[in-house]
């Protein structure tokens, strides 16, 4: 279903400031209403793994919003899990499991998915996707670990580090999307919105 519409507003699912700040830089005025949702992984694939918790994000949001079918703006949900070692790293609960998680990430590889899905108004499907990114972490020293925790940033952030913030310093190379990592693929989003004609021309580039 296309829609004409320069509504700046758009709903986001998340309490993710991340999520908030990427939709603001194209010029959004976001509406923040997270579901709260405990995540668990449920299939193996990775990339399958963020797409169906966007998609039981998008039905909760459905279910504790009575009136979402009269919405007259976007709703979007995420979910992003980061694998290293064939292990899925969600988000700590303890500043000891984040350090475990940083010592793992420690010199190597590691891969970051993140999954969404857009909710039109008028309409009761919705658009899903995801995409990844490769993250290649410098060997971290005992003290690097230590300093980092002491930001708070690992505390709600999938694989203990934010690379919007001090994480960034932790990261050698990056093949990929910034944006995927930080939380949200806007690009691939940004595509899907125009293609439903909310696009908003007064946005600055992202880039």
């Avoid at 169906?52 to 994000?57: A, V």
């Avoid at 925790?149 to 990056?174: C, F, H, N, P, V």
Wanted: net charge neutral; glycine share 6%; proline share 5%.
């Amino acid at each position: 279903m296309m829609h004409t519409s320069y509504r700046k507003e758009i709903i986001l699912a998340s309490a993710s400031i991340a999520r908030k700040s990427i939709l603001e830089q194209i010029g959004f005025t976001v509406i923040v209403k997270p579901t709260n949702t405990l995540e668990k992984n449920c299939v193996e694939h990775p990339g399958e793994n963020v797409l169906s918790l966007s998609q039981q994000k998008m039905d909760i949001f459905k279910k504790m919003t009575p009136n979402w079918k009269s919405l007259l703006v976007p709703v979007i949900t995420a979910d992003t899990i980061v694998v290293c070692q064939e292990s899925i790293l969600g988000k700590p609960e303890t500043k000891v499991s984040a350090k475990c998680m940083l010592q793992l990430l420690s010199g190597n590889n590691h891969s970051v998915y993140t999954g969404f899905s857009i909710l039109f108004p008028g309409s009761n499907e919705y658009l899903s996707g995801y995409d990844s990114a490769e993250i290649t972490f410098f060997p971290l020293s005992s003290n690097d670990i230590d300093d980092y925790l002491e930001t708070d940033e690992w505390m709600r952030a999938a694989g203990s580090y934010k690379i919007q913030g001090a994480g960034l310093r932790l990261i050698s190379s990056i093949k990929g999307s910034y944006f995927t990592v930080a939380g949200l693929p806007i690009h691939q989003i940004s595509g899907i919105l125009r293609e439903q004609g909310f696009k908003n021309p007064e946005s600055p580039p992202l880039w």
